[in-house]
């Protein structure tokens, strides 16, 4: 999981593009179709407001023994725009570029891109985006003008893989999130996420939907019919919104906090107002996923919008409407737990004790010293971010999931890291997951093999670095957030197994509060083992 999501955390824009899988002698070939498939999402847009969005592949590599990947050579995407030619103007986005890797030219009303390698793919499913195209209308084009883009896409020799996607001239609108302020919360008790939106534009808004991050299904205490409550919470609203005119829930959305949930835990929710045309083309990329994004419907009664205060009557709204200020949608609530139960966090590590060739498997992280249980997936700043900097006499073999490497020796080699992330000199963990209630610890499991010429110098572990941790830590007391990984040298024979460090430990899976699209992005990684493929 964390292997996916280094290669997202330390990958640019140009790091994202990646050609396809050629089949060569002894490795896994790209199935025929449609093991490959693309996607590019019906697109509406009004001036003066372009949009820009990448094209997808979806590429499936076959698993075979041995997880061998599949090489990539050259491949080809061409998009033809000659009948959206009168109404909108195309063009790629030139920092998506894959730097030498990419190149592309447009003539006439067709651009083609050229992508030449090399890299692999992984066995099992690669998201892999090609190239991202801005799409503007022309001044003047009437409302619900229409017209076709076509993508193909060549992967080396093999026939062409081809799409389509409808683009549409719509109506501007205006959504606006109105900003709430922070709330200190009682443990125990319940607390009210009612986000509100306004009406800014000048024409009526037919249709709106909802999309909270961060909103934890496991405290809601209501469950509308008209939401559904998964890794991400969507509500669908029929009301029309008059022009002006600001609304809020008719009901809140009601959370019940943990009576044992430590002081300072923070959550903070994301929320973002988009018309129904906005929202498709978010969300199309992950419509074979949906309900694993967006879970079950609510078995109770639905919630509205409902005016504040009351407005009068307003012209009737389009059908197809597009947000000509999509900067202003969105807005972060934040639910802090009051109390005195802030917590202690205290490093852990622990002592390697071998000879050399020996393999020592070893668990270092952190304990909480109480009082108050973190809940990570819930709360945001709950985890401290554990830093490990490897001891220089031993090499890390074995490496927890939940870590991925922050720096490199010489051993170490980058770009074979896809799913052997060992060797590193220093790993950053991190728990998104689960609770650490009071005396528990959070562990991680590492394997160390002291190295041909051992030293005994120490290594360490560090919470609550500022690097790390973007919120204020919770932790009351900052003396205990490092701990040694100290090397004793046994003087055998060696080529043992042993197993040292801590004796406690909690494995985390959750969500991650992360906007949309990252968090969209963790899901397909964690629940479908889909890689984002550089």
């Given at each position: 999981?964390h ?26 070939a ?43 050579g ?36 067709v ?163 988009h ?38 009557a ?63 997936s ?59 209630k009071?005396k ?8 160390f ?86």
């Amino acid at each position: 999981m964390h292997r996916a999501l280094h290669r997202l955390l330390t990958g640019s824009a140009a790091a994202l593009m990646a050609a396809a899988a050629v089949a060569v002698p002894g490795t896994p070939a790209l199935a025929a179709d449609p093991a490959v498939r693309l996607y590019f999402p019906d697109i509406s847009v009004v001036a003066p407001a372009p949009k820009v969005s990448p094209l997808y592949a979806w590429i499936t590599v076959p698993d075979k023994a041995g997880d061998v990947p599949a090489p990539i050579g050259k491949m080809t995407v061409r998009v033809d725009t000659a009948d959206v030619a009168d109404i909108v103007t195309v063009t790629s986005v030139g920092d998506f570029e894959n730097g030498e890797e990419q190149s592309c030219a447009t003539s006439g009303a067709v651009i083609t891109c050229t992508f030449t390698g090399p890299s692999e793919l992984e066995p099992g499913i690669n998201l892999v985006p090609l190239v991202a195209l801005q799409v503007a209308a022309k001044a003047g084009v009437a409302q619900d003008a229409d017209g076709k883009l076509e993508f193909s896409v060549r992967l080396d020799d093999a026939p062409a893989v081809t799409t389509s996607s409808t683009v549409t001239i719509g109506e501007g609108v205006d959504l606006a999130a109105v900003l709430g302020t922070p709330r200190t919360v009682a443990p125990g008790a319940n607390v009210d996420a009612a986000p509100r939106v306004s009406n800014a534009g000048t024409k009526p808004v037919k249709s709106v939907v909802l999309i909270l991050v961060g909103l934890d299904p496991s405290l809601s205490k209501d469950s509308f019919s008209n939401c559904r409550y998964g890794f991400l919470t969507l509500c669908t609203f029929d009301d029309e919104l008059a022009t002006g005119t600001t609304y809020e829930l008719s009901a809140p959305m009601r959370l019940k906090i943990p009576a044992d949930a430590a002081a300072g835990s923070s959550a903070e929710v994301f929320s973002s107002w988009h018309t129904p045309s906005d929202f498709k083309e978010l969300i199309g990329i992950v419509s074979e996923l949906n309900d694993e994004v967006f879970g079950p419907k609510g078995t109770g009664a639905p919630v509205r919008l409902r005016p504040v205060p009351a407005s009068g009557a307003a012209k009737r709204a389009a059908a197809n409407q597009v947000d000509t200020k999509p900067e202003n949608n969105a807005l972060i609530s934040e639910f802090v737990v009051g109390g005195s139960r802030r917590p202690d966090m205290a490093a852990v590590g622990a002592t390697i004790t071998g000879d050399v060739g020996d393999k020592v498997r070893t668990r270092v992280g952190f304990t909480n010293n109480g009082p108050g249980t973190l809940y990570h997936s819930t709360f945001t700043n709950t985890d401290p971010g554990t830093h490990i900097r490897v001891p220089a006499g031993v090499k890390a073999v074995g490496v927890d999931e939940r870590c991925f490497p922050l720096s490199s020796d010489e051993e170490f080699e980058p770009e074979d890291s896809a799913e052997d992330l060992t060797g590193a000199s220093e790993y950053l963990c991190l728990l998104t997951g689960g609770t650490t209630k009071p005396k528990a610890s959070a562990l991680f499991d590492f394997t160390f093999q002291v190295r041909e010429k051992p030293s005994a110098a120490a290594g360490r572990v560090t919470i609550n670095e500022n690097a790390f941790v973007d919120e204020d830590p919770i932790d009351r007391d900052g003396g205990n957030d490092t701990a040694k990984i100290a090397v004793e040298l046994s003087g055998g024979s060696g080529g043992g197994l042993a197993v040292t460090g801590a004796n406690a430990g909690l494995l985390g899976a959750g969500g991650a509060v992360l906007l949309l699209a990252g968090a969209i992005g963790l899901l397909l990684v964690r629940r479908r083992r889909v890689r984002f493929t550089a």
